[in-house]
């Protein structure tokens, strides 16, 4: 099972461009990545998934490089509603999810 | 409104009572799930299940049950509640198993006195 290395903590002004990059260095050849959001008192919400090279939503987008041993969400001009924390996981087959400790952010005015 | 509901929200009691907690899903998912969440341990699987009538354990599932007889409900039942066991539980669905994404409920929290 992927073992997953994420920021602690970030800040960010509002209108900036907020980019989290998580390390997993031994992910597997059919591991996917996921990012998921929590804010405090509620349950984690799915951002994004992906496999390799770039995926876009109306949310965030997350970037994989070719050898997959990281990955990169990236939250376009953030407000202060995007204070939150934010998990990596890797999705492999059918193990439970890993969630670790995320990274909080914290987003400022 | 596509949603997992949990039951209750908040429940204190005392070690020893039998207690469930409720789990509701209206979207047909196959995939249901119960995890805790503690201060510094992040997010753990206690059960899941991958459709009616099969359950597996996850990751801590000592102290715990559940049944899966209808799709949309996957109780989670502590039979002799222990103050180990005080925690934010969450449930969550998905379509069909981990691969897809995972939509949790608001979570329920457990003291255990």
């Known amino acids: 099972l992927a073992k997953t290395t994420q920021p602690i903590s970030m800040d960010s002004y509002e209108g900036q461009e907020v980019n989290i990059t998580c390390s997993h260095n031994?992910?597997?050849?059919?591991?996917?990545i996921t990012w998921y959001q929590q804010f405090p008192s509620q349950g984690p919400r799915f951002i994004i998934q992906g496999y390799k090279t770039k995926v876009t939503n109306e949310v965030a987008s997350l970037f994989i490089p070719a050898d997959r041993k990281s990955s990169t969400l990236s939250l376009p001009r953030v407000s202060l509603s995007d204070t939150a924390v934010y998990y990596c996981?890797?999705?492999?087959?059918?193990?439970?999810?890993?969630f670790g400790k995320g990274t909080r952010l914290s987003v400022i005015a | 409104e596509a949603q997992v509901t949990q039951n209750p929200r908040y429940l204190i009691t005392v070690t020893g009572k039998k207690l469930t907690v409720t789990c509701s899903q209206n979207?047909?998912?196959?995939?249901m799930s119960w995890y805790r969440q503690d201060p510094g341990l992040g997010l753990r699987q206690i059960y899941y299940?991958?459709?009616?009538?099969?359950?597996d354990k996850g990751d801590v599932p000592e102290g715990y049950k559940v049944s899966r007889k209808e799709k949309r409900n996957f109780p989670l039942i502590l039979e002799s509640p222990s103050p180990n066991q005080t925690s934010l539980y969450f449930c969550?669905?998905?379509?069909?198993?981990?691969?897809?994404?995972?939509?949790f409920g608001d979570g329920t929290r457990l003291s255990i006195l």
């Open positions: 996981l890797v999705l492999s087959g059918n193990t439970p999810l890993v």
């Open positions: 299940s991958m459709n009616v009538e099969v359950t």
């Open positions: 969550a669905s998905s379509s069909r198993g981990l691969r897809q994404p995972q939509h």
């Open positions: 031994n992910i597997a050849t059919n591991d996917y």
């Open positions: 979207m047909n998912h196959e995939y």
